[in-house]
């Protein structure tokens, strides 16, 4: 099956192209990458073909700012990591990173151009409350949540509500895991801290393979889809880099998988990066990773994310696109909750927004 | 090229209603989206004298305010638009014109690098720019509206776009938003003054926009020298006057009013200080508006 063309992965697949777009597609390649969290991507994509000197100066402009963003977010995170490495190592623990902040503390691919908007890092799950307040004494501070939100985060989550530094405006979300113990998957952490790598003094990121796993993990449990495309360009990047950086990267990533319990995205990661970027992964590590179910499961899936994986443009949306984005929101939280908390949970939130919702009503009047 | 005032108002209307209006905005093409009345009738008043773009023209900002939904229609609400999308919560349908004008102000704050961008009122006298920066509720939009209509050419009512390591400004004409008490004072200063749609109980009060490009030359896109730099603030209870401001404190306050100093980096630094070393500063407090254009009109000499 192939997904019909869109402007954006052309010009994402071959930069060089671009120029020779007409005024009017160069425009809508930069609203669908604007939509789509890609514009910067795209732009160190273009730089590094050499097509940038070659677009007209009007359309040159917004892939040069977009960029002075990204370099402005690479400078402030690597400062307020130092500061989150220092909180840590004042409790003995060690700064791992995930997702964004790991990539660019990288020089790999998928670090040109990423656009990130919080910091994610990871600590064992008996060290979380040392993390936290360790953090809270180097200027994090925690999220005033109400007391059911609260309990439930540190009951049923992988994560401490976010924490915020008031004076720099950043957002740093504290994991003990990667998905929810109550999601099907019961993931051994430890597993993942055992293959750390160190990019810089005292700062680590997952092994390569988890690093994929973890970011087609996070996702495909997404309810919504907004930086869908673009999470998915950095699994095609990471799978076109990686095998050059480690001759044995494909060997044992569906194993790596299977041990993490996590073999159903990584299928999905593998099938939908060559849909869509016609990423190359040998045939073997495919039919290693498909699973009779996973077969079974194809076409509906193929349906839903082929849809998904699209910038939200009227122009370039395919029918049934709405139905589809509805039925990934309510798979994610079966993905993420078994129904017996899932239906409570529920409740009491669309019983908490009314109760909100009456209150601002009020206030207005 | 054709002026939107060509267009007869049914052609607007019909085109915002399609594929939208492509209109040259200083060194920028807006395409610009709406279903909403007041959108038509507030373009035609105060965008009459504006470029219309060719055909098949690169378009920086897309942007709408649109009723979409039946819901939206029934609540009253409408929603502005960037690349089709809606970034913001809805508003009510009576503010749609200041939201437009917003959100197209936004598009510039938010998406553009190219210069060194302050918060400020622009205008030009006799070939020299003067960069007038000021927190919401200082009176620059006041004082820049006044100038406007006394001969001065207003280059931007909300953004100084300085080429960085010039002291180059590129011209942003667009109309001058005046809020609450201004509406009044400005229709006072001039009967003549050209409003757009009112727009009541926004965020910041009632809003009205006034067509600023009434000097000859106002949609030249060559950029403008800056001569000086003057912070305005209006002030009922203080005596009026203008005075000299250190260039250091000038630096700081112009940092402060700078949307993306920070995002430029080091090159932000050297611009900012390549500016304030080549303009003179001085501070502006007023209350009467005869006065403060008398007091810019000797600056410029």
């Excluded at chain 1, 509500?161 to 957002?171: E, K, M, S």
């Excluded at chain 1, 790598?197 to 690093?211: G, I, R």
């Excluded at chain 2, 052609?11 to 399609?18: G, P």
């Amino acid at each position: 099956m192939n997904t019909p063309d869109f402007l954006l992965r052309d010009a994402l697949l071959r930069p060089g192209a671009l120029p020779r777009m007409s005024a009017a597609d160069i425009s809508m390649v930069i609203s669908q990458a604007r939509t789509s969290r890609l514009l910067a991507s795209l732009a160190a994509r273009l730089e590094a073909s050499g097509a940038l000197a070659l677009l007209p100066e009007s359309a040159r402009r917004h892939f040069r700012s977009a960029l002075l963003v990204h370099h402005k977010q690479r400078r402030d995170l690597l400062h307020d990591c130092e500061s989150i490495r220092a909180a840590l190592a004042s409790v003995d623990l060690r700064l791992v990173l995930l997702k964004g902040g790991a990539y660019l503390h990288t020089n790999l691919a998928v670090s040109q151009g990423r656009l990130i908007t919080d910091i994610d890092i990871i600590v064992p799950r008996e060290h979380i409350e040392d993390a936290e307040s360790a953090l809270n004494a180097y200027g994090w501070e925690s999220s005033q949540l109400d007391s059911y939100n609260e309990s439930y985060y540190r009951r049923w989550s992988h994560e401490t509500p976010a924490l915020v530094n008031p004076r720099r405006g950043t957002t740093l979300d504290l994991h003990h895991n990667i998905l929810p113990p109550t999601a099907g998957p019961t993931i051994d952490a430890d597993l993942l801290f055992d293959s750390v790598k160190e990019v810089k003094p005292a700062t680590f990121t997952l092994s390569l393979q988890d690093m994929v796993i973890h970011s087609a993990t996070h996702l495909f449990h997404e309810g919504e889809f907004y930086h869908g495309l673009r999470d998915l360009w950095d699994l095609h990047q990471m799978l076109q880099e990686f095998p050059q950086l480690d001759a044995s990267f494909w060997d044992g990533l569906v194993a790596r998988a299977r041990q993490l319990e996590l073999d159903a995205p990584l299928c999905h990661a593998l099938r939908y990066t060559r849909l869509v970027f016609e990423t190359p992964v040998p045939a073997r590590v495919v039919e290693e990773a498909t699973g009779w179910a996973a077969r079974l499961r194809q076409p509906l899936m193929d349906f839903l994310f082929i849809r998904a994986f699209r910038p939200s443009h009227p122009g370039c949306r395919l029918p049934l696109t709405g139905l589809a984005l509805n039925a990934l929101y309510i798979r994610s939280h079966y993905l993420r909750m078994p129904l017996h908390l899932l239906l409570p949970h529920l409740v009491r939130k669309a019983w908490m927004r009314r109760k909100d919702d009456s209150a601002t009503a009020l206030e207005n009047k | 090229m054709s002026l939107l005032r060509e267009l007869p108002m049914s052609a607007l209307t019909e085109r915002l209603a399609s594929g939208g209006v492509d209109l040259l905005i200083g060194p920028y093409v807006y395409r610009i989206r709406s279903n909403v009345a007041a959108i038509g009738q507030g373009l035609a008043r105060l965008y009459a004298d504006f470029t219309l773009a060719p055909n098949g023209s690169f378009v920086d900002f897309d942007v709408g305010l649109r009723q979409d939904t039946i819901a939206q229609k029934l609540r009253g609400q409408a929603q502005f638009l960037f690349d089709q999308q809606s970034p913001f919560d809805t508003v009510p349908v009576q503010q749609a014109y200041a939201f437009l004008e917003w959100g197209m102000n936004w598009c510039v704050s938010l998406h553009v690098n190219e210069y060194l961008k302050l918060h400020a009122a622009v205008v030009a006298r006799k070939g020299a720019g003067i960069i007038m920066p000021g927190i919401p509720g200082a009176g620059k939009s006041t004082l820049c509206a006044a100038l406007g209509l006394s001969g001065w050419r207003v280059l931007s009512d909300e953004h100084a776009l300085i080429t960085p390591g010039t002291i180059d400004l590129t011209p942003l004409s667009r109309p001058v938003s005046l809020k609450n008490e201004s509406i009044q004072a400005i229709q006072a200063f001039d009967s003549g003054v050209i409003l757009g749609p009112e727009s009541r109980n926004t965020h910041k009060g009632t809003v009205a926009h006034m067509k600023a490009d009434m000097a000859p030359h106002s949609h030249d896109i060559n950029t403008v020298p800056a001569a000086l730099m003057v912070f305005p603030r209006y002030s009922r209870d203080e005596p009026q006057e203008l005075y000299h401001r250190y260039r250091s404190a000038s630096f700081v306050l112009a940092a402060y009013h700078s949307f993306n100093y920070s995002v430029l980096g080091e090159d932000g630094f050297d611009a900012m200080q390549h500016l304030v070393s080549q303009v003179e500063c001085f501070d502006l407090v007023y209350h009467d508006l005869d006065w403060a254009v008398a007091k810019m009109e000797e600056l410029v000499g």
